[in-house]
């Protein structure tokens, strides 16, 4: 083990649990508790961690034991010094030790704790003895002393002077003191029984105030210790007149004897000086000399009658004696001191304490008797007879005490329990002084009976069921099932596990989790209703007991439908590059059914109940919306004066809360001829193109505007007249109407599918820019597709659908 001071070997020693002692023969009356005594000599002021000794090693002990066993450190002081290391059975510093905090000036210094191990029980007695370093200066109490010494002091005066005060102890403690050299005064040291040491300043040469009136002279405290440590105080010598006869004591040590918890003002003594001078100089003036500051805070000395008194209460347990110096004073400035030693007197005045060292709260209800419930060290901080303790129990409960070692009790019970007649007891241990007014103290400990796990939990309910709306965040608390257990303590402990299986092919844990203490189910990540419908878990509730018993249960999660989609518009299909119409005749009637807006919402219930609006339309008071079906009709009859190109838009709103809407746009062509509705959506489609080409078209007619303007103004009025004969001739024409309907449409107030499939049928003449196009389908309507981007006639659009269409679709020409 690491020392501070070579010096100072560590040793120690064990005294056998087998030295015939009286305590031997109660530990052959416990046969189940074992102990021990050990003792280890230390320096103080070793850094934390320092080794100390093998703990396991000089009690014999294998390390498995201390681990087995528990084995821990328990002290009566306010700090524990050391620590204990099991793993390795070794004994260290815990905090730093400072001796002088510890003892003071009391030698030899040393602090006890035990080492407790249970199964069996140990207890192991081991007395630490701190030896002193040389970390303490002396010193003295005042910086500064003066002196007035009569010039006419005869050679050989005493002058005490002031006492260092060195915190160490033994050869680290005050040696000696040393006067700095003058020419007047010498120094002479002495001893007081107890050791203590003090010196007195000698005149060795006649004094003359005339030629030195002042002296200024070093007191200097050195220890023992290597390297020596010193002290130093000044010393202001006023050299006075005439005064030649000291002050002179009556008893050269005064004793008392002073009860402990005195009242404040209790007389204690009174010190006597006389001195032959006549008149001032033989006025003599009392005070402490050289007393430490706390002991000034207790006794007060009158310093013109000698009294002293008690100025504040004192305490046998932290001070036993008291010892300090008297110095008389005349008014030359001689001077004679006297010792003061006062003995505290202890009264029963403490009542013992009862510290619990360990303590099983929880007893089987099988436990065979004579097992050790608890052990208890029980202090009395009074002395002698004032400090014996008995202890005791109520004997009407089935415990007794046994006496283990000194201050040392071990409770252990004295028969069976039967938990279902005595749940608990609550057992009062008393402990008692033999004072001659004795006190006592209690304490109550609360001891359960276990009992043994023999019953499984039980849920509230066979099954549970619980409901969650979609889109919840993760994380959420669904629900919390809750299972109950009869047995107590551990055995009704319930945890609750989750019984892992698949929901499709993700396990159950990827969608909810459950709290193993509290039963509560969480979400683990947000549902869709749309994907899953509901959770079915398995529940595992198990005890503590050993072994566990568990239970089952089946809960259902359904989850339910939030109106988070918003409609689709699958029909009509809205075209990035084309304008989608429907023909209507201007011969049709109130309730002409135009087309029929088909939406769907893949929400459920009344998230997905659709309602239709007419929102926008260029002629209000001619069409309106089926609020529930979608379609679209006529609501008057359609008249000349109502313009061609009809636009609409359509707003389809679901029932959930909040709604979710959508739009669309419907093009509707009043016509009863297609080259009508042609001219009408070709210059909404062709404006772009037309400017695109009209710097070509600029050029080609400054080319040629003197050569062919008068053939191009021929053939164009030919032109214009001759399509308006073949557009008046269409227009009086009994050709069938046929309606068209996109592919895979169908009625809505079924399905709400498209499941039908649609022929095109084109029928046009021997001159293609004649030909009527005609789209047909099982209906009564007619649509017209232009694309915007296309420059061909309306032939090539005919061909080209002709060609997409075969052979389902025949080409009929007329």
Not at 65 to 76: D, E, F, K, N, P
Not at 230 to 255: A, C, E, K
Not at 589 to 604: C, E, H, M, N, P
Not at 788 to 797: E, K, L, N, V
């Amino acid at each position: 083990m690491a020392s501070k001071t070579p010096h100072l070997p560590c040793v120690k020693w064990r005294l056998p649990c087998g030295a015939v002692t009286p305590l031997l023969l109660i530990l052959f009356c416990l046969s189940h508790i074992v102990s021990g005594q050990i003792r280890y000599t230390i320096p103080e002021e070793l850094k934390k961690g320092t080794f100390i000794g093998n703990i396991a090693q000089d009690l014999g002990l294998d390390v498995q034991r201390l681990r087995s066993g528990r084995a821990r450190i328990v002290t009566r002081q306010s700090h524990q010094y050391t620590e204990l290391t099991t793993d390795k059975g070794v004994l260290a510093v815990k905090e730093r030790i400072d001796r002088e905090q510890l003892c003071g000036d009391v030698t030899p210094c040393s602090f006890s704790f035990e080492v407790i191990l249970e199964n069996p029980m140990e207890l192991h007695q081991v007395t630490v003895e701190i030896i002193d370093i040389n970390d303490n200066s002396p010193k003295f109490t005042k910086k500064e002393v003066k002196f007035e010494i009569s010039e006419s002091a005869a050679l050989g005066s005493r002058f005490l002077l002031a006492t260092a005060d060195d915190a160490d102890v033994g050869s680290n403690g005050l040696q000696k003191y040393i006067l700095t050299t003058n020419d007047f005064f010498g120094l002479k040291q002495h001893s007081t029984p107890d050791g203590k040491k003090y010196s007195e300043m000698i005149l060795q040469k006649a004094l003359d105030r005339e030629s030195e009136s002042k002296l200024l002279l070093n007191l200097i405290a050195v220890d023992g210790g290597t390297p020596p440590r010193s002290g130093t105080i000044n010393m202001d010598i006023t050299v006075l007149d005439v005064n030649d006869n000291p002050p002179v004591f009556n008893q050269s040590v005064y004793r008392a004897a002073v009860q402990e918890n005195s009242i404040k003002g209790t007389y204690i003594l009174t010190v006597n000086a006389s001195d032959a001078d006549a008149g001032s100089n033989g006025d003599v003036r009392y005070r402490f000399s050289s007393m430490k500051e706390q002991l000034s805070d207790k006794f007060h000395l009158d310093e013109t009658t000698g009294i002293i008194t008690l100025v504040d209460e004192i305490d046998y347990e932290q001070h036993k004696k008291y010892e300090f110096m008297i110095e008389a004073t005349d008014q030359g400035g001689l001077t004679d001191s006297s010792k003061v030693q006062m003995e505290i007197v202890d009264v029963n005045d403490n009542a013992p304490v009862i510290n619990v060292m360990s303590f099983l709260s929880n007893v089987p209800e099988d436990a065979a008797s004579g097992t050790t419930v608890a052990i208890i060290n029980v202090i009395d901080a009074d002395s002698e007879q004032n400090g014996q303790v008995i202890c005791t129990t109520d004997k009407s409960l089935p415990f007794k005490i046994k006496s283990t070692l000194t201050n040392y009790y071990a409770l252990v019970t004295d028969s069976a329990f039967d938990r279902e007649r005595v749940p608990e007891y609550n057992i009062t241990m008393k402990a008692t002084d033999s004072g001659s007014s004795s006190l006592s103290s209690t304490m109550t400990l609360r001891l359960r009976i276990s009992d043994v796990n023999d019953n499984a939990p039980v849920f509230d309910k066979e099954s549970y069921v619980a409901h969650v709306m979609e889109n919840n965040p993760p994380g959420m608390s669904i629900f919390t099932v809750k299972a109950h257990d009869v047995d107590g303590n551990q055995n009704a402990r319930i945890s609750y596990f989750l019984q892992e299986t698949q929901v499709g092919a993700s396990p159950v844990s990827s969608f909810v989790t459950i709290n193993s203490e509290s039963g509560a189910i969480h979400a683990v990540r947000s549902f869709d209703y749309e994907q899953i419908k509901q959770l079915l878990l398995t529940v595992k509730a198990q005890d503590g007991g050993s072994p566990p018993l568990s239970s089952n249960v089946t809960v259902k999660i359904v989850i339910q439908d939030q109106n988070d989609n918003a409609p689709q518009v699958l029909y009509p299909v809205q075209t990035g590059g084309s304008v989608v119409a429907e023909m209507v005749p201007r011969s049709a009637d109130v309730g002409y059914l135009v087309t029929k807006v088909v939406a769907v919402d893949v929400d459920s219930g009344q998230n997905a109940w659709l309602s239709y609006k007419l929102q926008k339309a260029t002629d209000r008071a001619l069409f309106e919306v089926g609020l529930q079906n979608g379609e679209i009709r006529t609501i008057r009859q359609v008249t000349d004066k109502d313009a061609v190109k009809q636009r609409l838009t359509v707003f389809v709103e679901d029932n959930g809360q909040p709604s979710h809407s959508a739009t669309v746009i419907v093009n509707v062509a009043v016509a009863d001829s297609y080259p009508e509705v042609l001219s009408e959506f070709t210059d909404f489609t062709h404006d772009k193109e037309y400017n695109d080409n009209l710097t070509f078209y600029l050029v080609l007619a400054l080319a040629v505007v003197s050569f062919l303007f008068i053939t191009c103004l021929v053939v164009i009025i030919s032109v214009k007249i001759y399509r308006w004969r073949q557009s008046r001739i269409l227009y009086h024409s009994s050709l069938p109407v046929i309606p068209y309907y996109p592919p895979r449409y169908s009625d809505t107030l079924g399905t709400g599918t498209l499941p039908h499939v649609y022929n095109y049928e084109v029928g046009r003449t021997t001159d293609s820019r004649k030909s009527d196009c005609k789209f047909g389908t099982a209906g009564s309507q007619k649509v017209l597709i232009m694309d915007p981007s296309s420059t061909g006639t309306m032939q090539q659009i005919q061909s080209e659908k002709n060609i997409l269409d075969e052979p389902d679709s025949p080409l009929e020409v007329s």
